[in-house]
């Protein structure tokens, strides 16, 4: 079966279709100049893609009012990652359950996710800043 013949494209790359004469043939002469022209193809148009992606990424101004507020950002998801994960964990009665107990281990996990956030380095609020100031 010509798996050409299908007409699949693989990670949105260009379809090259082989006409009968570029077909790969099983004789042992060793006629192959219709790949490696297809091969040569494929190559330079991979070459002229990661031209696109080696791009220096531009530095983040950790002072801005914006990352401020993606650090919040950051701050918030980790909260929620720490109580979801707690919520799995049965309670053994060293905290109390009441008002005061709910109140007492939400603030524990807003400073664990303060210290996670700053010194996890985890890349939420690099990667929201760059979102949002078209600099990824």
């Known amino acids: 079966m010509d798996i050409n013949a299908l007409g699949v494209q693989y990670m949105n790359q ?56 993606c650090m919040e950002l950051e701050t918030f998801i980790i909260k929620n990652l720490i109580k979801s994960m707690r919520s799995t964990v049965q309670k053994t009665g060293l905290i ?6 709910q109140v007492y281990e939400d603030m524990l996990y807003d400073e664990y996710a303060k210290s996670f956030a700053q010194n996890a380095n985890l890349g939420f609020a690099e990667m929201a800043y760059r979102e949002l100031t078209g600099t990824r």
């Open 96 to 101: 109390d359950t009441g008002f005061a107990g």
């Open 14 to 69: 260009e379809y090259i279709p082989l006409s009968s004469s570029q077909a790969p043939t099983n004789n042992s002469s060793g006629d192959s100049s219709g790949f490696e022209k297809i091969l040569r193809k494929a190559q330079e148009r991979q070459s002229s893609d990661t031209k696109i992606y080696s791009a220096k990424k531009t530095p983040i101004d950790k002072t801005d009012k914006l990352y401020e507020a």
